[in-house]
């Protein structure tokens, strides 16, 4: 069973940055699209971006968009997530998932999940 692990979450204060990578455990993923997901209390999860296999195509929630860069090296078989002029509603869990097609991604529904690291925006 492949695992993810993420790591890179932590407390910054808003407009400040943080860059969360997500390392999984064999090459299997390198032919599977990829994604982030955020989960606050209260709140439902949500996704936050998504990429292809190969890392050419990329999708954003509009909450993050110019604001955070997901990509992947899949010689290190990692995904990462830049994450630039942090605001307080950033404040979360941030998983890392995968799953075998794009349309499972968007559902939730995928395979592979992270343990989930923290990030904290103050302000």
């Known amino acids: 069973q492949v695992q993810l692990a993420e790591s890179g979450g932590g407390s910054v204060q808003a407009g400040g940055s943080l860059r969360l990578s997500c390392l999984a455990s064999?090459?299997?993923?390198?032919?599977?699209?990829m994604a982030w997901f955020r989960q606050s209390p209260g709140k439902d999860r949500e996704l936050v971006a998504s990429?292809?296999?190969?890392?050419?195509?990329?999708n954003y929630a509009d909450s993050v968009k110019g604001r955070f860069t997901i990509y992947r090296d899949n010689a290190k078989n990692t995904m990462y997530l830049q994450m630039n002029s942090l605001e307080p509603e950033d404040t979360a869990v941030y998983f890392c998932?995968?799953?075998?097609?794009?349309?499972?991604?968007?559902?939730?529904?995928?395979?592979?999940w992270g343990q989930g690291t923290q990030v904290t925006v103050s302000s």
């Open positions: 064999e090459p299997t993923l390198n032919t599977y699209p």
């Open positions: 990429i292809n296999w190969s890392g050419d195509v990329r």
């Open positions: 998932a995968s799953a075998p097609n794009t349309a499972r991604i968007l559902r939730g529904d995928c395979d592979y």
